[in-house]
């Protein structure tokens, strides 16, 4: 049962996992609005192997919590690397664009959770949970447009002092 849990999770985050990717290397589009209406659809088409996810992330068996781990550093370890490739990024130091993307990986989990906790026959709850998922990835790349990265410093990372 371990390997099949272990498979179900490997399948779908992969599939998940490409899907993102895709709409990240799309640059006519709005990565974020792309990158949430991927998610709403694949947790509205797959929903029983996201609840499993979620269930599983921290209650299941060992090696299905390992599995689950395993993929979510994947999706951080890619998404580190294709911020790294922005133009307005590229001087941020790896650890700061490893944050960021798990900053964005952490938000994303959550709109999984929420999606999930929606009534899919409601369709005005359901633009919400997607407004509301949206709104937090633009915040984080707000935030992220005023970080000023260790690397780009010579000192710790901070955030940007407003001007006056």
């Known amino acids: 049962m371990d390997d099949l849990g272990v498979a179900l999770v490997e399948q779908s985050m992969r599939s998940l996992r490409q899907m993102i990717r895709d709409a990240r290397r799309n640059p006519s589009a709005d990565i974020i609005r792309g990158s949430v209406t991927i998610l709403a659809k694949q947790v509205r088409a797959h929903e029983a192997h996201f609840r499993f996810l979620t269930r599983e992330r921290y209650g299941g068996v060992i090696p299905v919590q390992r599995a689950i781990a395993t993929e979510l550093r994947l999706f951080t370890n890619e998404l580190t690397i294709d911020l790294a490739r922005m133009p307005a990024l590229g001087k941020w130091s790896t650890d ?4 960021a993307a798990d900053l964005m990986v952490a938000a994303m989990l959550s709109i999984v959770l929420a999606l999930l906790e929606v009534d899919p026959h409601n369709p005005d709850d359901e633009r919400d949970v997607i407004g509301q998922a949206e709104r937090q990835l633009r915040l984080i790349a707000l935030g992220m447009a005023n970080w000023r ?16």
């Open 149 to 164: 990265s260790a690397s780009m410093a010579g000192r710790p990372a901070r955030a940007a002092t407003p001007a006056t």
């Open 96 to 99: 700061d664009l490893e944050m």
